[in-house]
């Protein structure tokens, strides 16, 4: 099994709603990732999460919340957000953060409205 | 980090080779090499990573030279299904607090006619 499942894969939420998303992977990878990506532009980097502790965060603003319950899931808790943050969220996983080749879930595309 | 530089769009025909080169100027002993592909609503699939001289899988070859400077991938005899973004990243895989951080560039969209 080398799939990352990303749900909701839509999800249309208003300004002042709480929402999440969830990411799973089966494959025993230690690094988990959040990317934000807008229309023709590459994956921006949100959060890294190395053995279930958050690592790296992009200066994220807090309104984006990233949980690593256990290995195998990644959650990411909305709060808050703008029209602006109306993007294709993309959860990927790596054996560990040295490992380079990433696996990537297919998306949740967000609009907030 | 080693910032990337590609061209941004290029454009080929079914069964011809494409090779699209990647600048990184100013890349680390520890860092790697690592081409994706990307789809339009799909998430980027890992293509080849390498380190130095030349590796090769099943879909595509990568070409590093000594000064580890630049990168060309190369695709083989293209059909329209490899019409993608292509991504190269080049990531350290040190145990830096840059570990992890697989930051992507601008990509380079490839367009392969009939």
């Known amino acids: 099994d080398t799939e990352v499942t990303q749900t909701p894969k839509h999800l249309v939420m208003g300004m002042t709603n709480k929402k999440s998303l969830k990411c799973e992977q089966h494959m025993g990878h230690r690094a988990m990732y959040w990317y934000k990506q807008k229309a023709k532009k590459p994956p921006e980097l949100m959060f890294v999460y190395s053995y279930e502790k958050l690592s790296i965060n992009e200066s994220v603003p807090s309104r984006f919340s990233p949980e690593c319950p256990n290995s195998s899931l990644l959650n990411l808790h909305l709060h808050a957000l703008q029209p602006e943050d109306s993007a294709l969220y993309l959860c990927a996983s790596s054996q560990d953060v040295r490992n380079t080749e990433a696996f990537f879930g297919q998306g949740t595309r967000l609009t907030v409205v | 980090l080693a910032k990337t530089t590609q061209p941004i769009s290029m454009d080929s025909y079914e069964g011809q080779e494409v090779n699209i080169t990647c600048s990184h100027n100013?890349?680390?002993?520890?860092?790697?090499i690592t081409w994706y592909q990307q789809f339009p609503s799909q998430g980027p699939r890992f293509i080849i990573q390498?380190?130095?001289t030349k590796v090769t899988n099943e879909v595509a070859s990568l070409f590093i030279p000594a000064d580890r400077k630049s990168s060309t991938l190369s695709l083989p005899r293209v059909s329209l299904s490899d019409t993608a973004v292509y991504y190269c990243l080049v990531g350290d895989i040190a145990g830096s607090s840059n570990t992890g951080k697989l930051i992507f560039g601008q990509g380079t969209t490839l367009q392969v006619k009939p």
């Open positions: 100013n890349i680390a002993t520890n860092d790697y």
């Open positions: 390498g380190y130095k």
